[in-house]
């Protein structure tokens, strides 16, 4: 059986990138790009370029403070239309080095080349990295960095080790002293959460865990998390790549720095969560069946309700009107303060899928042709002016600020 050989192409500063081919002659001539809210607003930072995080400047902080430490950044939406269209590029390029390519977001792609050394010719898998990053770089005009390993967190981790432009191979037989090297948080996977967990217990490092027996290690954090912890510690990962995986669902949350109690706040969240759960849906030329509604409580108790429509919707306003029922069930069956909220859809088909009635309004349903004429125009002015240049009015109204707070959603790492 061939050594597995999977890789991770991570896009260096993605979105810094597409604004600077989107606009050659403003952000294409600087080195200091933030890519986010408006300079004058309350927005965040969605990406930096490199030189600005010199500054301090990192995705999720507020634009203000961004500007405050990095006074000559130039600051520029996000360029829809070029993520998209970049996104693509690239995934071409890949394509023609590897039989099995999975786009993990928009901007990380893993790669199997397990068993193609003869396809390459004993080349060193290095070596095929460079001449993958070469092409990447001269056909779009996008950096990659790669990481290489036996399996696909390790990948992910190496992908990391030497950006921007890097490439890093764990070899096989490596695994346990490349992890060895990371702090427990630096796992993907380990949210901040399972950190404070470990951190409680005096492990903060990779070589904290790695002695420890599985009985001790479930005892501190129960059993599926510590089987995970386990082999990875000690650098066995068994996660492979999966061409061109049908998605099952869609979501997007937020978890808040203050607990929300009040349902009308809860309700503007949610719209807010709604529209960026819809805005992926269309992007990915989908339609859905399910709304789900997640809702997390001060004491981390979760609660989920779904609801299934009668014929496939898209829009923001349809999803919105189906989870915001949801919303209502889940606080009158118990009230509370709120510290996260979630919408997602799933039951997702795609145009070829739809049957033509459902173009048709349906009488009672969830969605009309103009909720649907009315996402595409919201579509076409997002891709043009970047996210958050229309948004419906019960969000425009708010802080700025507001619309971007917690966790979730696009923040480029």
């Known amino acids: 059986m061939s ?223 510590a089987q995970w912890l386990y082999h990875l510690a000690r650098g066995e990962d068994f996660g492979g790549v999966a061409p061109r995986r049908p998605q099952k669902s869609i979501s997007h949350e937020r978890t808040f720095p203050i607990d929300i109690s009040d349902p009308e706040e809860l309700e503007t969240r949610l719209m807010m969560l709604a529209v960026e759960t819809g805005a992926s849906l269309r992007a990915d030329g989908l339609r859905a069946r399910t709304v789900t509604v997640r809702l997390r409580y001060a004491d981390f108790t979760d609660r989920s309700a779904s609801r299934t429509a009668p014929d496939a919707i898209e829009s923001d306003r349809a999803i919105f009107t189906i989870a915001r029922e949801l919303l209502r069930e889940l606080l009158a069956k118990r009230a509370g303060a709120a510290r996260l909220l979630g919408v997602g859809v799933s039951k997702l088909m795609g145009d070829e899928e739809r049957e033509p009635a459902l173009f048709a309004d349906t009488p009672g349903g969830p969605e009309t042709a103009r909720d649907r004429k009315l996402a595409e125009a919201t579509d076409r002015v997002t891709g043009k002016y970047g996210k958050g240049a229309l948004v419906p009015a019960r969000i425009a109204h708010r802080d700025p600020k507001d619309r971007h707070r917690g966790r979730g959603g696009s923040v480029e790492e």
């Open 3 to 225: 050594t597995p050989r999977i890789l991770l192409a991570d896009c260096d500063s993605y979105f810094v990138r597409c604004a600077m081919l989107a606009d050659p002659e403003g952000a294409g001539r600087s080195h200091l790009v933030l890519v986010g809210g408006s300079a004058t607003g309350r927005g965040v930072v969605t990406s930096a370029s490199y030189a600005a995080r010199k500054f301090g400047v990192h995705a999720g902080m507020p634009m203000a403070t961004a500007i405050r430490l990095c006074p000559r950044g130039v600051v520029v939406p996000v360029p829809g239309e070029m993520v998209n269209r970049k996104h693509k590029e690239v995934r071409a390029v890949l394509d023609e080095f590897s039989p099995v390519v999975e786009a993990a977001s928009v901007d990380e792609f893993y790669l199997d080349l397990t068993g193609t050394e003869l396809l390459y010719h004993g080349e060193p898998l290095e070596e095929t990295c460079r001449r993958m990053q070469q092409a990447v770089m001269d056909r779009t005009g996008i950096s990659i960095s790669i990481g290489g390993a036996t399996g696909r967190t390790l990948a992910k981790m190496a992908a990391s080790v030497n950006k921007p432009f890097g490439v890093h191979i764990v070899p096989p037989g490596g695994e346990a002293a490349f992890m060895s090297r990371f702090a427990l948080s630096d796992i993907p996977g380990v949210g901040p959460a399972l950190a404070e967990a470990l951190r409680r217990r005096g492990a903060t490092q990779v070589s904290d865990i790695a002695p420890l027996d599985l009985a001790t290690l479930t005892s501190w954090v129960g059993d599926s998390r």
